[in-house]
């Protein structure tokens, strides 16, 4: 079997950290491992420096879990396992657990396509220790990626003012994975298709592209390869017209158009790839509109982003569709989400619910307890504010909600007076999936949707206005003073 096979076709169990492996092992020795918990799943500031993140990566994860089980493999590797004393790292029993385990916990999830915030949890994750801890690295690595470019996407398509935005990324994407996942969320995030034909076939998406450097190249002239090209797909045909000048490449895709369509062919646009794209696309638009080809589209590539996409824009630029590689594929000014998977309450053996906390010097990095779910609010239509609180908690009437960050803002917000909703919603129920997978295209219009309900303040690139989200009253105090009880704890 080869690499890609035995990667992508066996068992993922093994898709974990090494410490949660062994962290499991140490729960089952102290039979804790059945003990049930609560994690949440949550990043702590936006990407990209924006005001928003867009959720994605959930049906991957809703597949990872479906096929959560030791394949025979996995267990005999993990037999090989020796401690520093080389002997077996763990007991045959242990392995023989791990062997029958069938997953069984209970999760709730964010759809994909919302709008979602810091320290909102995108997943909360409820069952037996052992395994809540055992699916903490694959889950972060799914939506912590998909998160990221579906957001990144997102950016450049609000840039881009509704023109066709397509994903050129796979040539610079982190692995195979890397480039199929990148299409699936680039398109979540309002890309019109991909040029990944891989990715295309397995995601239902337009395969979408032109032609390289090279065609034009393998050609005695420029003008020969414009010709064989359009001979040779004359209902498909955009040309690149840089590869040796572009004023020229122009006319002569111009001469091959006027003799195609004058065949009865209709020739798609050009592509420009490289120079002052402002200027060579209203020079391209110039000599189109002269030519009598006005219809011709002008489509831009060239390590573009949202911020080359808004500048361009605001040059009048005459770029009628986008080419995104690099930047959108690898988040490249951010390679992380950095989302994170924490301990926020366990059970004791009397059933009691007890709430749990992570403290830090890094007032950041402290945690919210508690069974958490987030309940959005709106006024007149639009978006206007994100409660985190514990489901435990009766929401009736007028609640207020704290800024975690700064205990001086708060904002009362009443769901007698105001629309609201719940943004957890079931995903998984004692280990089965209850989760109505979507079409991607729902996803995709979901995002949109999303956005639209955002005002314009937060979806700007600089500086944008912070989306209130706050931490229902009560749980905030309660946040408080588990603080204050763990600090003189560890000081005792």
């Given at each position: 079997?080869?690499?890609l096979?035995s990667?992508y076709?066996?068992?993922?169990?093994?898709?974990?950290d090494?410490?949660?492996?062994t962290m499991a092992?140490a729960?089952?020795?102290?039979?804790m491992?059945?003990?049930?918990?609560?994690?949440?799943?949550?990043f702590?500031?936006?990407?990209?420096?924006?005001g928003?993140t867009?959720?994605a990566?959930?049906?991957?994860?809703?597949?990872?879990l479906?096929?959560?089980?030791?394949?025979q493999?996995?267990?005999?590797y993990?037999q090989?396992q020796?401690g520093?004393d080389?002997?077996p790292?763990?007991?045959?029993?242990?392995?023989?657990?791990l062997?029958?385990?069938?997953?069984?916990?209970?999760?709730e999830?964010?759809?994909?396509?919302?709008?979602?915030?810091?320290n909102?949890?995108l997943l909360r994750?409820?069952?037996?220790?052992?395994?809540?801890?055992?699916?903490?690295?694959a889950?972060l690595n799914i939506?912590?990626f998909?998160?990221?470019i579906?957001t990144?996407?997102?950016?450049i398509n609000?840039?881009?003012?509704g023109d066709?935005?397509m994903?050129?990324?796979?040539?610079?994407?982190?692995?195979?994975?890397g480039?199929?996942s990148?299409?699936r969320a680039?398109?979540i995030?309002?890309?019109?298709g991909?040029s990944n034909v891989l990715a295309?076939?397995k995601?239902?998406?337009?395969?979408?592209g032109t032609?390289a450097?090279?065609w034009?190249?393998?050609?005695?002239?420029e003008k020969k390869?414009?010709d064989?090209f359009?001979?040779?797909l004359?209902?498909n045909?955009?040309?690149l017209?840089?590869t040796?000048?572009?004023?020229?490449?122009?006319?002569?895709a111009?001469?091959?158009?006027?003799?195609?369509?004058?065949e009865?062919?209709q020739?798609?646009?050009?592509r420009?790839?490289s120079?002052?794209?402002?200027?060579?696309?209203?020079?391209a638009?110039?000599?189109?509109?002269?030519?009598?080809?006005?219809?011709?589209?002008i489509?831009?590539?060239?390590?573009?982003?949202e911020?080359?996409?808004?500048?361009l824009k605001?040059?009048?630029?005459a770029?009628?569709?986008?080419g995104?590689?690099t930047?959108?594929?690898?988040?490249?000014?951010?390679?992380?989400?950095g989302?994170v998977y924490?301990?926020?309450?366990?059970q004791?053996?009397?059933?009691?619910?007890?709430?749990?906390?992570?403290?830090?010097e890094?007032?950041v990095?402290?945690?919210?307890?508690?069974?958490?779910?987030?309940?959005r609010?709106?006024?007149?239509?639009?978006?206007?504010?994100?409660?985190?609180?514990?489901?435990r908690?009766?929401?009736?009437g007028?609640?207020k909600?704290i800024?975690?960050a700064?205990?001086t803002?708060?904002?009362?917000?009443?769901?007698?007076?105001l629309?609201c909703?719940?943004?957890?919603?079931?995903?998984f129920r004692s280990?089965?999936s209850?989760?109505r997978?979507e079409p991607?295209s729902?996803?995709?219009?979901?995002?949109?949707?999303?956005?639209s309900l955002?005002?314009?303040t937060?979806?700007?690139?600089?500086?944008p206005?912070?989306?209130?989200v706050?931490i229902?009253e009560?749980?905030y105090?309660?946040?408080?003073?588990?603080?204050?009880?763990?600090?003189q704890q560890?000081?005792?």
């Amino acid at each position: 079997m080869n690499a890609l096979q035995s990667t992508y076709q066996n068992s993922l169990t093994l898709l974990t950290d090494f410490y949660e492996i062994t962290m499991a092992y140490a729960f089952w020795k102290n039979n804790m491992h059945e003990q049930q918990a609560v994690f949440n799943l949550f990043f702590r500031n936006n990407p990209f420096g924006g005001g928003f993140t867009i959720a994605a990566g959930l049906e991957y994860a809703i597949d990872f879990l479906d096929r959560f089980r030791f394949s025979q493999s996995d267990i005999e590797y993990l037999q090989k396992q020796t401690g520093n004393d080389s002997r077996p790292l763990f007991d045959k029993e242990f392995l023989n657990y791990l062997r029958n385990l069938e997953f069984e916990c209970d999760i709730e999830g964010v759809p994909e396509g919302t709008v979602v915030f810091p320290n909102e949890p995108l997943l909360r994750v409820k069952g037996p220790i052992l395994q809540c801890q055992l699916i903490e690295s694959a889950l972060l690595n799914i939506l912590n990626f998909q998160t990221l470019i579906a957001t990144k996407s997102a950016r450049i398509n609000l840039a881009a003012k509704g023109d066709p935005v397509m994903e050129f990324g796979l040539r610079r994407a982190q692995g195979i994975d890397g480039s199929i996942s990148a299409a699936r969320a680039a398109f979540i995030g309002g890309c019109d298709g991909t040029s990944n034909v891989l990715a295309a076939k397995k995601l239902g998406i337009p395969a979408l592209g032109t032609h390289a450097h090279s065609w034009v190249q393998a050609f005695e002239d420029e003008k020969k390869a414009f010709d064989a090209f359009a001979h040779a797909l004359p209902n498909n045909t955009i040309f690149l017209v840089d590869t040796y000048d572009t004023p020229a490449g122009i006319d002569h895709a111009i001469e091959t158009t006027k003799k195609a369509e004058a065949e009865g062919h209709q020739i798609n646009g050009i592509r420009l790839d490289s120079g002052d794209l402002a200027y060579f696309s209203q020079l391209a638009r110039k000599k189109l509109n002269e030519a009598g080809l006005s219809h011709l589209k002008i489509v831009a590539s060239n390590d573009l982003d949202e911020h080359l996409i808004a500048s361009l824009k605001q040059q009048d630029a005459a770029i009628d569709s986008w080419g995104i590689g690099t930047k959108l594929v690898t988040a490249f000014e951010q390679p992380a989400l950095g989302g994170v998977y924490k301990l926020s309450a366990i059970q004791t053996k009397n059933g009691e619910w007890q709430d749990r906390i992570k403290l830090s010097e890094q007032s950041v990095k402290v945690n919210i307890p508690g069974i958490q779910q987030v309940k959005r609010f709106y006024r007149d239509g639009v978006m206007a504010g994100d409660m985190i609180f514990d489901q435990r908690k009766d929401l009736s009437g007028a609640v207020k909600m704290i800024d975690p960050a700064d205990p001086t803002r708060s904002k009362t917000l009443d769901k007698t007076k105001l629309e609201c909703k719940d943004l957890l919603v079931p995903v998984f129920r004692s280990g089965k999936s209850v989760y109505r997978k979507e079409p991607i295209s729902e996803l995709q219009q979901r995002t949109s949707a999303q956005l639209s309900l955002l005002d314009k303040t937060i979806k700007r690139f600089v500086n944008p206005h912070i989306y209130p989200v706050g931490i229902e009253e009560s749980l905030y105090h309660k946040r408080l003073n588990l603080i204050v009880k763990y600090k003189q704890q560890s000081h005792k």
